[in-house]
């Protein structure tokens, strides 16, 4: 999987009111089976209390380094314009789609 190889990527945070971005690299990754988050270990971030500022960090990655998403998962920036309908709604427009 491309978003677990080596290479650049970009951390978000949120620091007092504004917000940051750390270029950052990865060295490797892998995904945490059974739950939906991987564990990434990045060049100069070698101790615990290194990390702890970086949690709830947004990472960001080059679009052909992100992970293919299953049937019916989206990513938000694929949602953004999109109509949402009520399940009424829906039953409403089934018959006529």
Known sequence: MM????????LRQQ???????????????REHYGQKCWILAFDGIDTVDQVRP?????????EGDRPQLENGE???REL???????????RETRGNL
């Open 3 to 10: 978003f677990l190889q080596p290479g650049r990527r970009w």
């Open 54 to 62: 970086l949690v709830g960090s947004t990472l960001h990655a080059r």
């Open 74 to 76: 989206f990513y938000t």
């Open 15 to 29: 620091i007092l009111g504004s917000e940051t971005i750390q270029e950052v690299e990865l060295i490797e990754g």
């Open 80 to 90: 953004v314009g999109m109509k949402v309908l009520t399940r009424e709604e829906r």
